[in-house]
């Protein structure tokens, strides 16, 4: 069981990025999926999570309105768009995979991680 995160960079502030999630080994078409991140020092947060189906997503409140998440079954792929960044979303990204259909913020919902993408949004 693998999930290949990428997409990650150095970036200024305001500008956007796309995160990919490739999901490879067992088909995760019926787990909830989300995002962490984990800045230099400080524990792994939660950023967002959406349903087996994709039309229910949830937000960090320091995301909510500049980031969104999405999925596409089809392809086992999870996404990430990340618009009007700033210095403090600065961090390693990690995609998860959930126990089960729903999961929200707790990390312990998760039992699949991937390896993480390095986010830098520059000042």
């Known amino acids: 069981v693998q999930l290949q995160a990428s997409g990650g960079g150095l970036v200024q502030t305001g500008d956007s990025l796309r995160l990919s999630c490739a999901a490879s080994g067992r088909p995760f078409s019926n787990n909830a999926m989300g995002w962490f991140r984990q800045a230099p020092g400080k524990e792994r947060d939660f950023v967002a999570a959406i349903n087996w189906r994709g039309d229910s997503t949830f937000y960090a409140d320091s995301v909510n309105g500049r980031f969104a998440i999405s999925r596409d079954n089809a392809k086992s792929t999870l996404y990430l768009q990340m618009n009007s960044l700033k210095p403090e979303d600065t961090a390693v990204y990690y995609c998860?995979?959930?126990?089960?259909?729903?999961?929200?913020?707790?990390?312990?919902?998760?039992?699949?991680w991937g390896q993480g993408t390095q986010v830098t949004v520059s000042s």
């Open positions: 998860a995979a959930g126990r089960k259909s729903y999961s929200r913020s707790e990390r312990a919902d998760y039992n699949y």
